[in-house]
């Protein structure tokens, strides 16, 4: 007569055990939270290129002012998740031409890289470089990293460890009238840099690079015209690996080969032994010239072979341009302006995200939902904590808007 007690008594025990073993193994639910739109603190004169960086808990904005009738390349931070940014801090301060500033960050340590008229052999353009050790508090004297005669410009910058990569377009020393990718390395937290090294070396035109580092490895892709089409709007997008902090490149590989489509503004980051390059790619159709789309081409194996493209946005009616995006993790970030699904004829701000190394990505966000002009978007990610940046033309001057996202774990 006590068994079906004794029954009752294991069938609670197994249930109560199969509800506990399901809350300790389900993985937790995540969902985003998207703050509000702010606006940065800005001078009195236009602000433009805003570039974005986070290192722990802290995101550095970067930045070109408009000033006494050239710009100049100032700094701002938001410290410890705030979402007020702290007081700008001059970087150029020249009386010449500061332009297209790129940043990066490791620990402690955040690293700025410029295009300047500044000091340099005839009127074209070097690239000048500035760092520092205390979270931005303080940035040492810049120094010139190309110091050529011919034009520098378009540089970036990436930092993993003590190591610090800086790649650029320059017309010296390059094949022909063209320009070549050219790259710089310090191992020693920016204490010392190399020569430069040209990694296109060819007689096409070299432009528009890029460069990640994840651990030992540092990548770096860029765009070549296709001469042989009779047209500089034919590109290839290339791609040069090193596994040795930057000391040795491999072959070049062809990441895409265009014919009849233009491939724009290559953006790459890197995570783990994960690369993800993303880039606007036209896909016009009859009687609509000026489609894009936004695709993804991902490695899994430090860049050894990639992923057929991955459509993340096809247009059929407007534009889709200027994407970039940020890793952390198994979690990949995308953002791009776009006039499909913006309010009237301007560009708004667009976001998606994978949380499975990008084998999926969520329907895209609608970030700056305005009936004003919103460009130039910018993604960075810390852990559970993502900014974008981009230029909003909102008001009577070219204002730098941005919005904090947080993931954050339900149950």
Not at 59 to 72: H, N
Not at 178 to 204: K, Q, V
Request: charge should be negative; aromatic fraction near 8%.
């Amino acid at each position: 007569m006590y068994w079906p007690v004794v029954l009752i008594l294991i069938m609670a025990i197994i249930v109560t055990f199969v509800i506990i073993f399901t809350k300790v193994s389900s993985p937790p639910l995540f969902v985003y939270y998207f703050g509000e739109t702010n606006t940065l603190t800005t001078g009195s004169n236009n602000s433009f290129s805003s570039q974005i960086a986070s290192s722990d808990k802290d995101t550095y904005i970067v930045k070109t002012e408009m000033d006494r009738g050239g710009g100049d390349i100032s700094m701002e931070k938001i410290v410890s998740n705030n979402t007020l940014p702290s007081p700008a801090i001059s970087i150029s301060n020249a009386s010449a031409n500061s332009t297209n500033p790129e940043v990066a960050a490791a620990g402690n340590n955040v690293y700025l890289v410029w295009s300047d008229t500044n000091g340099t052999k005839g009127t074209d353009a070097d690239i000048f470089f500035s760092s520092s050790s205390d979270n931005g508090g303080s940035f040492d004297k810049p120094i010139n990293l190309s110091n050529s005669i011919g034009n520098s410009s378009n540089p970036e910058v990436a930092a993993s460890g003590n190591n610090v990569y800086v790649v650029w377009s320059d017309t010296n020393g390059a094949k022909g009238e063209n320009g070549d990718i050219f790259f710089s390395s310090s191992r020693d937290r920016a204490g010392s840099f190399g020569e430069p090294s040209n990694l296109s070396d060819n007689e096409r035109n070299s432009t528009n690079p890029e460069v990640a580092a994840s651990g030992d490895n540092v990548y770096v892709v860029w765009a070549d015209s296709r001469e042989e089409t009779g047209t500089s709007d034919n590109v290839n997008l290339n791609l040069k690996t090193s596994t040795d902090n930057g000391i040795h490149f491999g072959d070049r590989k062809i990441i895409k080969r265009d014919v009849d489509k233009e491939t724009h503004l290559p953006q790459i980051t890197a995570s783990d032994g994960n690369v993800y390059i993303a880039l606007a790619d036209k896909d016009a159709k009859e009687g609509k010239p000026n489609n894009f789309q936004v695709i993804l081409r991902t490695s899994t194996d430090n860049g050894t072979e990639f992923s057929n493209k991955k459509s993340l946005k096809t247009d059929i009616d407007n534009k889709t341009l200027l994407p970039h995006l940020a890793a952390s993790g198994d979690k990949v970030y995308v953002v791009w302006a776009d006039t499909n699904g913006a309010k009237g004829e301007n560009g708004d701000i667009f976001f998606s995200s994978s949380r499975d190394r990008a084998g999926s990505f969520g329907e895209p966000v609608n970030l700056s939902e305005n009936s004003q002009n919103s460009t130039n978007p910018q993604v960075s990610a810390s852990g559970s904590n993502i900014y974008v940046f981009w230029n909003d033309f909102s008001s009577a001057k070219n204002e730098i808007k941005y919005k904090q996202i947080k993931l954050v774990a339900m149950g």
